[in-house]
């Protein structure tokens, strides 16, 4: 069983700057895959960014120069730095784990981006 827990998340002005933390129970050098995930309501979860198998990253359109995922094998905790917010960013970012051939999700954490 992996645990992940986020935290980070808020409430920031169009044009700001959030760095999202996904702190992990197992050591994150063992996953295979481990990125983030946003959702809002009624739409489905989508990818945002991620490590891959073969240890690239990889973002989605909507992000890519301005959102940055690292990660800290030392600390077991991967981050997703985001700047440049847009208002369309807003939604609840959850964290993704595949350890082992078994997907893991946190709890989320939400962010908001005011016009």
């Known amino acids: 069983q992996v645990q992940l827990v986020e935290s980070g998340g808020g409430l920031v002005q169009a044009g700001g700057s959030l760095r999202l933390s996904c702190a992990a129970s197992?050591?994150?050098?063992?996953?295979?895959?481990m990125g983030w995930y946003r959702q809002t309501p009624g739409k489905q979860r989508e990818r945002v960014a991620a490590?891959?198998?073969?240890?690239?990253?990889d973002y989605a359109d909507s992000v890519k120069g301005r959102f940055t995922i690292s990660r800290d094998n030392a600390k077991n905790t991967v981050y997703l730095q985001m700047n440049s917010l847009k208002p369309e960013d807003t939604a609840v970012y959850y964290c993704?784990?595949?350890?082992?051939?078994?997907?893991?999700w946190g709890q989320g954490t939400q962010v908001t981006i005011s016009s």
């Open positions: 993704i784990a595949n350890f082992l051939g078994s997907v893991y």
């Open positions: 197992t050591a994150i050098f063992s996953m295979s895959y």
């Open positions: 490590f891959t198998s073969s240890g690239s990253t």
